[in-house]
């Protein structure tokens, strides 16, 4: 069996932002999102129309999960019933209802915390990876929470750009893709976009959940496939944020190497771009469909969880 080359050999030379923002920083790229960026951004308002991309926790039909985690679980703590038990209730008659929630913290939309991957024993900036011992002392999600996301948002429909209902299991896109669906769309992203991609992959997921997991084992998921003309590209454009739908925001497994999760090393380690996972993007592709209109204004911000990896968030489009 051929060994999987090391993500750092494969990654020598890849562009860094470490440094740039000084010593301390801990948000990445989002230090490209300046109030002139946010200005930029809510010139594309235009129509009024909001459109929120959170999938549904909860989902009757099951909630896409990575391989391994278990779905949310909810439970109801209080409702009416427990009133008929005799509690006398609030004072002045008001009766109410609670419920808690028990979850992975990246097992919904999700954004990742910069410090969630790393290599070479060093995180986002080089802090320590042992920092990371019982919850992230650097490089959290906290800090990402703490400053929000706001920016020129453009999608780029990888699915329509192939003709096809979605991407399958495995499929890769390239840089060039990249730009040729963009090119297709008559939408030129610009120095530091919101990038958003939509395969549609896990609709696949709720038509059949068994195939799907073993499709998960076998090819894993489509999306962006690292080159280092890929991640130079993000480096010079100045990419805040890489948004998409799928569980990982690139192919489970490169196709060159067989490393998995290379172009978060590349672009969230090496780069601090923030990751903003499983969206979905159903309703407004449709939209920009009907007008040919793929830019908006992009807002989203994290919960603020201390020493978190991840945190669902749901971000808002609008147009």
Known sequence: MTKTPYVGDLLRGSPSNWGRWGPDDEVGALNHLTSAEVLRAAAEIRTGEVFTLQRLIGDERGDPIWPGRAPAARTQMRDESHWDAG?????????????????????????????????????????????????????S???LARRGIVGRGVLLDLA??????????????TLDELLECAKSQRTTIEPRDVVVLRTNFLSLF???????????REHGEPGLSYS???????????????????????????????????????????????????CDLEAVAARC?????????YVAAPLRIARATGSPVNPVVIR
């Open 206 to 216: 709720h038509e059949d959940q068994e195939a799907f997991a073993r499709g998960m």
């Open 289 to 297: 469909a009907t007008d040919a209109r793929f830019t908006f204004c």
């Open 141 to 143: 999600v906290e800090p």
């Open 160 to 173: 329509r750009f192939r003709g096809a209902e979605r991407l399958g299991f495995g499929a890769a896109v």
């Open 87 to 139: 509690d006398p209730g609030i004072p002045g008659g008001c009766h109410a209802a609670d419920d808690r929630i028990e979850m992975h913290l990246q097992g919904t939309t999700q954004c990742d915390a910069l410090g969630h991957v790393w290599y070479d024993g060093l995180l986002y900036n080089g802090y320590d990876a042992r920092s990371t011992i019982g919850g992230l002392d650097r490089a």
């Open 228 to 278: 280092p003309e890929l991640a130079r590209w993000f480096a010079d454009m100045e990419i805040p944020s890489l948004v998409t739908d799928t569980m990982a925001n690139e192919v489970t497994r490169d196709p060159g190497s067989g490393a998995v999760l290379l172009l978060h090393s590349a672009l969230m380690r090496n780069l601090g771009v923030v990751f903003t996972e499983m």
